[in-house]
T-cell receptor, first 118, second 114 residues
Framework: AQKVTQAQTEISVVEKEDVTLDCVYE???????LFWYKQPPSGELVFLIR??????QNEISGRYSWNFQKSTSSFNFTITASQVVDSAVYFC???????????????FGEGTQLTVNP | DSGVTQTPKHLITATGQRVTLRCSPR?????VYWYQQSLDQGLQFLIQ???????AKGNILERFSAQQFPDLHSELNLSSLELGDSALYFC?????????????FGPGTRLTVT
């Protein structure tokens, strides 16, 4: 069975600080995909990134960066120079390669509430 | 805007009642997923449809059912509602295939059972 753990329930930072959100996953598959989603106060879930298990290169998109380490089963998310608009709940999710009965379901972590104070 | 639409946005109903939640996927997406978000259970996968056929089932109660129509919109039917069914219900859509692609989520339907 697959599992995603986000040990940080809440993080509070002051604007312009860097912040890292941790994500640890468990899966028996060798092929899998990892995702991050953002849920702002308005409630919708916004897709941020998708990575596959064969690509361990770090990725940077503006102020966002992701560090994938297969050796520690982690897929951490860093926001550089945080802003008030980054305040949201961030979810890490895992999907294994589609099987006959498992489809492409996402297994989500519990989420991390990030509050960025001015 | 993800391109996924859900109606209604809010729904308040009484225990024992039945409701239908509706979802229209992004143009071109054949897969539709339903998720439930509650305080005690978090975000949980309920069911997936692909081009009208059920593809995968998660933690979906027997009182709940879903279908995907020929125009690809989907409905989630919740019956004999209980207080514990109060939650935010999300629909998502994606291009189906291998590997799994990102899912785009609708704004959700907030269900309150009183």
């Amino acid at each position: 069975a697959q599992k995603v753990t986000q040990a940080q329930t809440e993080i509070s930072v002051v604007e312009k600080e860097d912040v890292t959100l941790d994500c640890v996953y468990e899966t028996r598959d060798t092929t899998y995909y990892l995702f991050w989603y953002k849920q702002p106060p308005s409630g919708e879930l916004v897709f941020l990134i998708r990575r596959n298990s064969f690509d361990e290169q770090n990725e940077i998109s503006g102020r966002y960066s992701w560090n994938f380490q297969k050796s520690t089963s982690s897929f951490n998310f860093t926001i550089t120079a945080s802003q008030v608009v980054d305040s949201a709940v961030y979810f890490c999710a895992l999907s294994e390669a589609p099987q006959e009965t498992s489809g492409s379901r996402l297994t989500f972590g519990e989420g991390t509430q990030l509050t960025v104070n001015p | 805007d993800s391109g996924v639409t859900q109606t209604p946005k809010h729904l308040i109903t009484a225990t024992g009642q039945r409701v239908t939640l509706r979802c229209s996927p992004r143009s071109g997406d054949l897969s539709v997923y339903w998720y439930q978000q509650s305080l005690d259970q978090g975000l949980q996968f309920l069911i997936q449809y692909y081009n009208g056929e059920e593809r995968a089932k998660g933690n979906i109660l027997e009182r709940f059912s879903a279908q995907q129509f020929p125009d690809l919109h989907s409905e989630l039917n919740l019956s004999s509602l209980e207080l514990g069914d109060s939650a935010l219900y999300f629909c998502a859509s994606s291009v189906e295939g291998s590997p799994p692609y990102e899912q785009y989520f609708g704004p959700g339907t907030r269900l309150t059972v009183t």
